[in-house]
């Protein structure tokens, strides 16, 4: 089992900055994929930002603003919002998807409000 755990999240003025924080524990094997997600009110979940193998992907609604990184040391992977936007405001949670040696199993975390004012 997996336990995810995000921090960082909060209330910022539009065009500020936050880092997010997403901490992995308990039976992590070599091979999984990190990012993150975000569901505002009344929307579907969508994905954010992915990182895997040196790889990373950034959705275009947020490229050049958001930055994914990872710590494999430390199992976190951080994701730094610049120049935040109203429409940014959402509750982003944590994905991981592990490779278990027979399928790949999604875990997730339970989340952190990320608040852009205008």
């Known amino acids: 089992q997996v336990r995810l755990v995000e921090s960082g999240g909060g209330l910022v003025q539009s065009g500020g900055s936050l880092r997010l924080s997403c901490a992995a524990s308990?039976?992590?094997?070599?091979?999984?994929?990190m990012g993150w997600h975000r569901q505002a009110p009344g929307k579907q979940r969508e994905e954010v930002a992915t990182t895997a193998g040196g790889t990373t992907n950034v959705a275009e609604s947020v490229k050049g603003r958001f930055t994914i990184s990872r710590d494999n040391a430390k199992n976190t992977v951080y994701l730094q919002m610049n120049s935040l936007k109203p429409e940014d405001t959402a509750v982003y949670y944590c994905?991981?998807?592990?490779?278990?040696?027979?399928?790949?199993?999604?875990?997730w975390g339970q989340g952190t409000q990320v608040t852009v004012s205008s």
């Open positions: 308990g039976s992590i094997s070599d091979i999984y994929v």
């Open positions: 994905k991981m998807n592990q490779w278990n040696g027979v399928r790949w199993l999604d875990y």
